[in-house]
């Protein structure tokens, strides 16, 4: 038998650490909190798990090194990964931008077919092992929250981050790993609904469109996508907001003052909708401003609209100046919210932050500071878009670090 390797998490990336480093000959002991293992990844994709993404590259993730996660995604990349759940009968489904799903559309497939694999290489799972401590003498000493030890040659630390915190990555993992030595920049959730300052929101929570959303900072756009937004009761959601939320929570989470400017029609510009609006308004002069905005917008942005913008809802499209004109053109094309904060980690899709990757070998996923301890996953400070990337972090960094810790 080969070295003994403990695995501590059993989310998708210490599950495929287990299989890979079982499959290279180690003995491996994978231990998970939960009753289960894959809480989390059942929930992904909105239960159907996208797993990865035919354009990943290093411009899809973020972290203060982005440069560390490169040996890995090209160790095991995309193709490797859809082959790897191939064999275990994931047939590959894509859908828009690359997004790879498993064809059943059900995360519990991805899950089914890990643990079968896990029983089949013999992995000896042990669940309900909430791992509290972790120190190293000849050999690593594991302890249980239920006073149980082990020990082992490797230890692979895979307990994930912040986000999600019921799943149980509640992140005690950057304890464990601040014991070991480690240190951890600072975390923010990522992927998350933005809140937002303002009175409006009672009033348009629900109303959806496709638009655009920039994150501003001192006037500077530095973020920016495009899609089904949604207005909510505290601000802001929709694939485009969680895409484009890390850099907004990066500068909240120093006190900046960061804003949003949501354009409701972005498909011509302001002086485009100006023109627009004008001829638009003389053609039905009599009807009130409320009636001539009905088709443009959705009915329930227009007394909010109008409320914002000070015009009297009552005024005729006939009889409205120019000035006020612009005023609608210019908000309905950006309108300006201050950013108040996040939904939080409960809500949040990703942890941005973890574990500083410069302590970390990039082509074996081992600690530069203690010998024969790995790091894989969210809990390192790599954090990718929404998309498929987050997962493909979990399935290369596992891997690296499952070939690697077989070693002896
Ligand atoms: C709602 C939601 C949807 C998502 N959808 C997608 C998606 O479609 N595509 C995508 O790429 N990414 C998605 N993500 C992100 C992705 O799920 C995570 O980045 C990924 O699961 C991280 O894997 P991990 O193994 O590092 O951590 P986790 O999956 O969080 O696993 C960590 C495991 O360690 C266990 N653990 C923690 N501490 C201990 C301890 N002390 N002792 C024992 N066990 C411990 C936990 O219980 C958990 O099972 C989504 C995330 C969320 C929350």
């Keep these: 038998m080969g070295n003994r390797i403990i695995v501590v998490g059993g989310g998708a990336a210490g599950m495929m650490a287990a299989i890979v480093a079982k499959r290279n000959g180690s003995d491996v002991i994978l231990l998970e909190r939960n009753d289960r293992v894959g809480k989390k990844l059942l929930t992904t994709g909105n239960g159907r798990c996208n797993y990865t993404n035919l354009y990943t590259s290093l411009n899809n993730y973020h972290g203060e090194d982005t440069s560390f996660i490169e040996d890995a995604l090209c160790e095991f990349n995309v193709n490797k990964t859809i082959e790897f759940f191939e064999k275990l009968g994931i047939t590959p489904a894509t859908e828009d931008n690359g997004k790879v799903y498993p064809l059943s559309f059900q995360a519990s497939s991805m899950l089914d077919v890990l643990r079968y694999e896990l029983e089949y290489q013999g992995v000896q799972l042990i669940t309900d ?15 249980l929250k239920d006073g149980r030890d082990f020990s082992c040659d490797k230890i692979i630390l895979a307990t994930g981050g912040m986000a999600m915190p019921v799943s149980g990555s509640d992140g005690n993992g950057y304890s464990l790993a601040k014991k070991l030595g480690h240190t951890i920049t600072d975390i923010f959730p990522g992927l998350v609904q933005l809140k937002l300052e303002g ?14 959303a920039g994150i501003y900072h001192k006037g500077k756009l530095i973020a920016k996508d495009r899609g089904d937004i949604l207005f909510t009761d505290y601000g802001i959601s929709g694939p485009p907001i969680l895409q484009i939320s890390r850099r907004a929570n990066e500068l909240l989470n120093k006190n900046e003052t960061v804003e949003i400017k949501v354009s409701i029609i972005d498909t011509k510009s302001a002086e485009e909708l100006k023109v627009y609006l004008i001829k638009r308004f003389n053609n039905m002069p009599i009807k009130t401003i409320e009636e001539a ?3 443009l917008i959705n009915k329930r942005l227009i007394l909010p609209v109008l409320k914002e913008l000070n015009i009297d809802k009552k005024n005729t ?3 409205i100046d120019e000035k006020d004109i612009i005023k609608i053109a210019n908000l309905l094309t950006s309108w300006s919210f201050k950013i108040t904060g996040n939904k939080g980690w409960g809500q949040a899709q990703v942890t941005a932050g973890g574990v500083n990757t410069n302590e970390v070998n990039s082509k074996t996923m081992e600690s530069k500071i203690v010998e024969g301890l790995y790091l894989v996953g969210e809990i390192l400070d790599v954090d990718g878009d929404c998309g498929g990337f987050n997962l493909q972090w979990a399935w290369s960094s596992g891997y690296v670090a499952g070939i690697n810790a077989a070693k002896s």
């Design 199 to 212: 009175n409006i929101f009672k009033q348009v929570n629900g109303v959806k469109f496709v638009g655009t």
């Design 317 to 319: 499209a006939g009889n």
């Design 293 to 295: 905005l009905i088709g």
């Design 129 to 143: 092992a909430y791992v509290v401590d972790i120190y190293k003498k000849k050999k690593f000493i594991v302890k």
